[in-house]
């Protein structure tokens, strides 16, 4: 190779690749996302699925979430040759015109989106199929995806995933903070009249309960409640990859296991030291966990890439 064509080429490779923006039909007004990486049918794509309430397709919210996660995350793999697409979800941000009310979605919805965007990536690209990513709650739509037609999906790869129903990974989370003892018993109130497939009014629970169970959400909540993540995971027929932190303090190592025991087949990726928000924690205090939070400086931890692209590598397209 020519010495210039190669200073090129290593160039090229150093350098980021550029969000290109991305649409999908959505059911009032458009989906709107951002595609990293290589582009053409050869180049495997990755959907990525963001987590719970207003989190936005680069893994943030405006409740203090900026770790940037999904982003990072997108250039590692463009770096490794494979595509993704970042989505923001229906009602939210760039695809706040898609429907009217935000909180008037469920999880099926989520699903509706998905598979949309599937479509529209494979007509874009002509690829055979999409690999798809979720990370917290976004992986219950990517399992329920899966669930809901695999013909289209390469695979599935959930990321800090809860392997248990939310309802108990909610309750198991507010039992676990000592601050939150004067709120258990209406926390477990909530909880347990919402797997039960009811709502109840928000203004009857204590503070600040009622911000996090508005009356809004709740038929929400009723239809994730309702979800079992296991179960889904049992009913994947194609490849699956379970990435766990063991530092993460929302979901647990545990639920990483119980994904692995309903699907067998499925490979289960544990990393160390590695938060919620997939960045490496220093130290072992929940102070430094929580900072992870909250820098989107913060390099994302090299073994979520590797693990991703590896898994992704081993497995090409039919």
Not at 55 to 71: E, F, I
Not at 235 to 257: F, H, K, N
Not at 269 to 282: A, G
Request: aromatic share 4%.
């Amino acid at each position: 190779m020519p010495f210039v064509t190669l200073l090129a080429a290593l160039l090229t490779a150093a350098m980021p690749m550029a969000d290109r923006d991305i649409a999908a039909p959505g059911p009032q007004g458009p989906l709107k996302g951002s595609w990293t990486g290589p582009e053409g049918a050869k180049a495997p794509v990755v959907l990525m699925i963001p987590g719970s309430g207003p989190t936005d397709r680069d893994g943030n919210s405006p409740h203090g979430l900026k770790a940037a996660s999904l982003r990072l995350l997108a250039a590692g793999l463009a770096a490794k040759g494979i595509a993704s697409v970042r989505i923001d979800k229906r009602g939210m941000f760039a695809s706040a015109g898609a429907i009217p009310d935000a909180n008037r979605v469920t999880i099926d919805d989520y699903v509706t989106d998905a598979r949309t965007w599937i479509a529209a990536i494979r007509a874009k690209t002509g690829a055979p199929c999409v690999w798809v990513l979720g990370h917290s709650e976004g992986a219950l739509v990517a399992l329920a995806t899966a669930a809901a037609d695999a013909r289209a999906l390469c695979g599935v790869i959930t990321v800090s995933a809860p392997g248990r129903p939310l309802g108990e990974v909610m309750r198991a989370q507010f039992h676990a903070n000592p601050a939150n003892a004067p709120l258990l018993a209406d926390a477990d109130r909530v909880i347990d009249t919402l797997e039960a497939g009811r709502t109840i009014p928000a203004a009857s629970l204590t503070p600040p309960l009622p911000r996090i169970f508005a009356d809004a959400v709740q038929p929400f909540l009723v239809n994730a409640f309702a979800k079992n993540p296991a179960r889904l995971a049992a009913a994947v027929t194609r490849p699956m990859l379970i990435v766990q932190g063991e530092a993460d303090l929302q979901v647990t190592v545990e639920d990483a296991q119980a994904l692995k025991a309903g699907q067998p087949k499925a490979t289960l990726v544990l990393l160390p030291k590695v938060s919620h928000v997939l960045k490496t924690v220093e130290g072992d205090s929940r102070g430094a966990n929580l900072a992870t939070y909250a820098d989107p400086n913060l390099p994302i931890a090299p073994g979520v890439v590797t693990a991703v692209a590896d898994f992704i590598q081993d497995h090409p397209t039919r």
